[in-house]
C-alpha cells in the first residue's frame, strides 16, 4: 500500500499544516518507506502469540482509596503566606 502525493496533502490540510512541493514528496517517500516496513512485520507467523495489552507482566501496585478525616483548615493554613478566609491566597498567574 503506497502513500501518495495527494494523500500526504489532505493529511496535511486535516493537521492545518502547509508544505512545499519539495517537503510533500521527501514526505511521501518517507511515509512510503515506513509503510514497506511495516508491511514486513506481517510476514511474521503470530498465530501462536497471545494478544497482549503490555509486553510486560506488570499489575497495578497502588493501595485501595481510604477515606480518612482531613485536617483542620486553620491548622492547614497556619503556615501560609496569605489566606483569604478557608483558602490558600496566591498572586494572580491568568490575564
Not at 40 to 47: A, C, F, G, Q, V
Not at 55 to 62: E, F, G, K, L, S
Amino acid at each position: 500500500m503506497a502513500i501518495s502525493i495527494q494523500e500526504v496533502q489532505h493529511i496535511a490540510k486535516l493537521a492545518k499544516l502547509t508544505f512545499t512541493e519539495a517537503e510533500l514528496e521527501r514526505f511521501t517517500r518517507e511515509l512510503n518507506k515506513i509503510l514497506e516496513y511495516v508491511e514486513k512485520l506481517n510476514e511474521l507467523d503470530t498465530s501462536n502469540v497471545e494478544p497482549l495489552s503490555h509486553t510486560t507482566d506488570i499489575h497495578n501496585v497502588m493501595r485501595a482509596d481510604e477515606v480518612k478525616p482531613s485536617l483542620p483548615v486553620d491548622e492547614v493554613l497556619a503556615n501560609a503566606p496569605s489566606r483569604e478566609g478557608n483558602f490558600f491566597k496566591v498572586p494572580k498567574v491568568v490575564k
